[in-house]
């Protein structure tokens, strides 16, 4: 997690942006990583030993950088006067834009990341990202609406990075347009959950109770919020 644990390796950051123009070429390999490192003039054994790692390391750090990077491009956005649509809209052209001349690097990683063995790295990947953008935009929810939240987000940034990778349409026009219906859809649900929570709703007794259980085995939901 970006907000819980930065880490701002400068070298680190360089090397992996001059991996990125060979992996087209040379997949998430060490023959990118040598390749990126005679671009910068890095010595080529410091190199390994910054990325001694496989290819899911490498596509790890980065996700980490690009969600460090998104954070702080959001942090110059006026969100006092967006509306939460327009802050999640903003923050995921902002995570995507940035990768615009990536995209074959990023598709070519796929395959890495679809592995079962990788599986649990891709979903904490996706999750880190969307906590993130949830984090830098000032929410602060707890209790199951903070699951729900990512999970709601997760969703619409996969499926939304997948459309945009073959998206050739000018500026990702139609990516937008892409991400405009599926928020739409995330904003139904909420409405949906609002009305659920009306004082009149039957399902407040059963939801009162799961608390009033998780209060008594303490399930304390607010603890994340603290540790942010």
């Not at 997760?154 to 073959?166: E, H, K, P, R």
């Not at 928020?183 to 009033?212: A, C, D, F």
């Amino acid at each position: 997690m970006l907000h819980s644990n930065i880490n701002n390796n400068i070298e680190k950051d360089e090397l992996i942006e001059a991996i990125l123009k060979h992996v087209p070429f040379e997949g998430w390999t060490q023959k990118a990583i040598l390749a990126g490192a005679e671009d910068i003039k890095l010595d080529k054994n410091k190199a390994i030993c910054i990325f001694p790692g496989q290819a899911i390391d490498l596509l790890e750090y980065h996700s980490n950088l690009a969600d460090r990077r998104m954070v702080e491009a959001i942090k110059e956005l006026d969100l006092d006067k967006m509306k939460i649509r327009e802050k999640v809209k903003a923050s995921i052209q902002i995570r995507l834009g940035a990768a615009k001349f990536h995209k074959e690097a990023l598709r070519a990683g796929i395959p890495t990341l679809a592995a079962p063995s990788n599986a649990l790295t891709a979903l904490r990947l996706l999750y880190d990202t969307v906590d993130n953008i949830w984090f830098a935009i000032g929410d602060s929810s707890v209790d199951f609406n903070f699951y729900t939240k990512r999970t709601l987000l997760g969703n619409v940034y996969l499926i939304t990075f997948l459309f945009w990778l073959s998206d050739k349409s000018d500026s990702d026009s139609n990516t937008w347009n892409f991400l405009d219906r599926r928020i739409e859809e995330i904003m139904r649900v909420q409405i949906l959950k609002t009305n659920l929570s009306s004082k009149n709703n039957p399902m407040n007794e059963m939801l009162g109770t799961i608390k009033r259980l998780m209060k008594y085995n303490h399930w304390d939901f607010s603890e994340i919020s603290k540790n942010r």
